[in-house]
């Protein structure tokens, strides 16, 4: 059965920590404006893990992007913890894995990960009353970048510089830079894509054991459904032409997670019902001569 839209993740008692209202996007490329978002909401209760995923060109990327407060809608509003996107990313609130990571060739992993820790402390002054408090596991995992790399895997290679890393350690290096910040939220816009199958497995299970203990609120941008299915606790699909939210799937799965559920029937269950939104999305767009 295909889920209608709805509030995404937000029950009676539940106030969103990531709230996109009613967001509209249009870009001017060539003979006429392209919509990129239409109308969009997004609802993020607090240490969640939620997942975005669409066909290209459904505005996955350009709804992270307003968030992360590096564009603005044209219409509609986007608020962290009640504050603008500006405000919130002023006061590192908001941590960003693009799906390349930006690493400092001259350092070697673990000051790669330590170059922050000066930002962190004095955004830990700028961040307001109002911002919720890390707990004591949060801070000892988030404020030790030693323990936080060997959790991703990476303790054997911690003076290595990026050169001499492959493409996977060097995601998980800039993954470890993001949650050293001890960001409220961290926004993730495909960060496995590159990688093999074997390795992107692997990396998924590590950052969700990091999460796990974390608890940090996650959106997660990625075109495949087992990982979104994996990882999350709400799955957001979306559809093109425009960029719209089609439905939402909440994931039932235990935590905390392994790799014996990429086997198993319940995680098959999820991934249909997503699949069956996708392609819902897809035949009504074709219909309509989008």
């Excluded at 408090?133 to 990476?154: F, H, I, K, T, Y």
């Excluded at 994931?251 to 819902?280: M, N």
Aim: contains cysteine; proline residues 8%.
């Amino acid at each position: 059965m295909v889920e209608e839209p709805a509030d995404l993740g937000e029950q009676p008692d539940e106030q969103p920590f990531v709230a996109v209202r009613d967001a509209c996007k249009a870009y001017d490329d060539g003979p006429r404006p392209v919509t990129a978002l239409h109308h969009v909401d997004l609802h993020v209760p607090r240490g969640r893990f939620v997942s975005v995923i669409g066909p290209s060109g459904c505005g996955k990327s350009t709804l992270l992007r307003l968030v992360a407060g590096l564009e603005e809608p044209d219409s509609g509003e986007v608020r962290i913890c009640g504050q603008t996107p500006a405000r919130a990313t002023e006061r590192k609130m908001v941590g960003f894995v693009p799906q390349t990571p930006a690493l400092l060739p001259w350092l070697d992993v673990l000051g790669n990960v330590r170059v922050l820790e000066k930002v962190n402390r004095a955004a830990a002054r700028r961040r307001p009353a109002t911002a919720p408090p890390s707990s004591p596991e949060r801070c000892d995992l988030a404020g030790d970048p030693v323990e936080l790399l060997r959790r991703l895997g990476l303790g054997e290679v911690l003076h290595a510089r990026p050169g001499q890393l492959s493409g996977g350690m060097r995601q998980r290096t800039a993954i470890a830079r993001a949650f050293a910040l001890q960001p409220q939220v961290l926004l993730m816009d495909e960060p496995f894509s590159a990688l093999d199958e074997f390795t992107r497995e692997a990396a998924q299970l590590q950052l969700l054991d990091v999460w796990q203990e974390l608890r940090t609120t996650v959106v997660f941008v990625t075109h495949s459904i087992t990982e979104a299915v994996l990882l999350s606790d709400t799955v957001v699909v979306m559809a093109a032409g425009p960029g719209r939210v089609a439905g939402t799937v909440e994931v039932s799965l235990p935590r905390p997670r392994h790799s014996g559920l990429l086997d198993s029937s319940v995680l098959h269950e999820h991934e249909h019902r997503v699949r069956e939104l996708l392609s819902s999305a897809w035949h009504a767009g074709a219909a309509s001569g989008r």
